[in-house]
């Protein structure tokens, strides 16, 4: 949450900051705000999104080659202009831009306040800018001490960058707890949340460190050391990322040209990975964690969100496949509740952009107690994938639509193709039908593909239900979890509230809310126990609701029942979540657009959620 931008080096700063702060939106986007040295320390901030500031700037000529940009998402203070970053310390000289929480902020806060120091906001930020500012002026420190020092007495979450009217060619910057990843051009640098602000000026970088700290002086090499004082040998590692993976390419937003992106998203998770021809499955990145996974006593799966109900195809795969015992956990609950963990468990933590606190968090203090660690993330060089002992990259390619789509889809890919390999090395399926299965996997790309042609049949059930007040979705085995992110997609981006359940459970509750009015989108390919959600559809038919059935090719029972149908491919029933899970990513984007939402910035929402 909130996004980091600076740069330093002979080109204009504010281009980069501006189109810096547009990429990095998706990390927040209540207030914006920017800092130049411009004959003097300049501000601009605006409260709303980067456009609304670069309006208010409209106009006017700013030059400098070096500044600071934010886009925030609040945590103190609501989202106004004076609550947005940049921050000054009282002798306006100091500039700092924060992702993160302080949470002593209020005990360092009345201490400054005592020592004379106002405040014009109602940030933890600005306490850090000031408490910088007091420690240089007691303690008669340059600013990079003074910085150290400070950071040294701040508990919680940080990355920040520090620009000084005082230090015109330098920038200090700091992480713990959130990323930072320093770009190296040619005598010019960058400094951000992620790489998608300066990708298309260099390919070099230095991903931070927890509690690194690194000072860029114009002409000089970069300095890094902790906020220890341990001084650090620099690790540029080349970036791979291309700029058009952060454009919309002919899509109106970001969540459609993602949706659309899954047949080859897929493909590249699977790529290298699996060859149905030679019979291979092989995740290169666990290989020497094969035999403790295959002989754990329990595979514990933590996320949130999109990811925590991937985990949950990921069990019911293991667990049918390979027969691990898996538990799939809420990150968030499972840090504060003492779980039981031994060096026999193996945790997987599932990731899209490897920066969740809450995962990072659950993923630590299983370490602490001795569990193997494994990591599905998409972001490479992410602290959670930092943090894992082993891993595989989803290679979904960027993903900047707020709600997931496609790292949802190759997360399950992902999953699958362990369960498989678990599979094969225990011999818990049949060897001719594990190879069936590995072909069937191969071909579920192209039958993405299919399920997208639907698009317009869905576009047309979304001016139908556009102006409901609920859904229901629901889902058995496998397709449970997909009734639960079918229901999450609708929320986030829609504002309809909508609940996911397994199809059984209805009747213990939710069949209460069903009349004429109330659509039920069903999960109900032809496999599994396909005669039970049969039952389920008439309970709903015989009270009146309104069925939206997601079916298999052909399926002309269902089809007798139901109001509406979209048809997916027919695949074996361990697949089903990767075809069905498409109509319901395309029925949430379309109900959104026609209510006229924000559908790649959900309002209150942020991709990546760096605060607990
Ligand atoms: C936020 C995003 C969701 C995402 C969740 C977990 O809530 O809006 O789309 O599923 O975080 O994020 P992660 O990056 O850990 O998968």
Redesign the pocket.
């Known amino acids: 949450m909130c996004g980091i931008v600076a740069y330093l080096g002979s080109r204009e700063a504010y281009p980069i900051l501006i189109n810096g702060l547009h990429r990095l939106e998706y990390r927040g986007y209540d207030s914006a705000g920017i800092a130049l040295l411009d004959g003097g320390l300049q501000v601009y901030k605006a409260k709303g999104k980067v456009s609304t500031l670069e309006h208010k700037i409209n106009g006017r000529k700013l030059h400098s080659h070096i500044g600071v940009g934010h886009t925030r998402w609040a945590t103190h203070g609501e989202p106004n202009t004076s609550n947005a970053h940049p921050h000054k310390s009282n002798n306006q000289k100091l500039a700092i831009i924060h992702n993160g929480i302080i949470e002593n902020y209020d005990v360092l806060k009345r201490a400054l306040i005592e020592r004379g120091y106002h405040f014009d906001s109602e940030t933890d930020t600005e306490v850090l800018a000031n408490l910088i500012e007091d420690i240089q002026k007691n303690e008669q420190t340059d600013l990079e001490e003074a910085v150290r020092i400070a950071l040294n007495q701040v508990t919680g979450a940080y990355a920040i960058v520090v620009l000084s009217e005082e230090d015109p060619d330098m920038l200090i910057a700091a992480r713990k707890g959130s990323p930072l990843v320093v770009g190296i051009g040619d005598n010019e640098f960058f400094i951000a949340s992620d790489a998608t602000p300066f990708v298309e000026y260099t390919k070099s970088v230095i991903f931070l460190e927890e509690e690194d700290m690194v000072i860029i002086r114009r002409g000089e090499d970069i300095k890094l050391k902790t906020i220890k004082n341990k001084v650090k040998t620099p690790y540029v590692e080349a970036l791979e990322m291309d700029l058009c993976e952060l454009e919309k390419g002919g899509f109106d937003h970001f969540m459609l040209k993602e949706i659309f992106e899954q047949p080859r998203s897929i493909k590249d998770s699977m790529r290298g990975r699996l060859n149905a021809e030679s019979g291979i499955v092989s995740l290169g990145g666990i290989i020497d964690y094969e035999q403790k996974i295959l002989h754990a006593e329990r595979i514990i799966i933590v996320?949130?969100?999109?990811?925590?109900h991937a985990g949950l195809v990921g069990e019911y795969l293991f667990e049918d496949l390979a027969r691990i015992p898996v538990e799939v956990e809420y990150a968030s609950e499972f840090r504060y509740r003492n779980p039981i963990i031994s060096e026999k468990d193996v945790v997987i933590a599932?990731?899209?952009?490897?920066?969740?606190a809450d995962?990072l968090a659950a993923i630590n203090l299983a370490k602490e107690k001795g569990a193997t660690i494994i990591g599905i993330c998409?972001?490479v060089g992410s602290s959670?994938a930092r943090a894992t002992d082993a891993g595989s990259y989803t290679h979904a390619g960027p993903e900047i639509g707020?709600?997931?789509t496609k790292?949802?889809t190759a997360q399950v890919t992902i999953l699958t193709l362990m369960a498989l390999r678990m599979a094969q090395l225990k011999g818990t399926i049949p060897v001719s039908k594990w190879r069936e299965l590995l072909f069937e996997l191969e071909s579920i790309p192209g039958k993405v593909e299919r399920t997208l042609a639907n698009g317009e049949l869905i576009k047309q059930l979304a001016y139908e239900f556009k102006d409901v007040r609920n859904f229901l979705y629901l889902g058995r085995g496998y397709n449970f979890p997909v009734a639960l992110e079918g229901a999450l997609k609708l929320k986030?981006i829609s504002y309809i509230h909508a609940e996911g359940y397994p199809a059984a459970e209805m009747k213990h509750g939710p069949i209460a809310l069903i009349d004429n009015e109330m659509p039920v989108v069903f999960i109900a390919p032809s496999k599994g126990i396909y005669d039970k959600v049969v039952s389920n559809i008439q309970e709903v038919k015989a009270r009146n609701g309104k069925v939206i059935a997601v079916v298999t090719e052909g399926d002309e029972v269902v089809r007798g029942m139901a109001d509406y149908v979209i048809e997916i491919p027919e695949t074996e029933e361990i697949f089903t979540p990767l075809l069905a899970t498409i109509p319901l990513q395309i029925l949430a984007y379309h109900i959104a657009v026609l209510r006229g939402c924000h559908v790649d910035q959900p309002r209150n929402?942020?991709?990546?959620?760096t605060v607990e």
């Open positions: 996320a949130c969100g999109t990811s925590w599932i990731s899209q952009s490897g920066e969740t995962t998409n972001v959670i707020v709600a997931s790292a949802f986030e929402l942020a991709k990546s959620v």
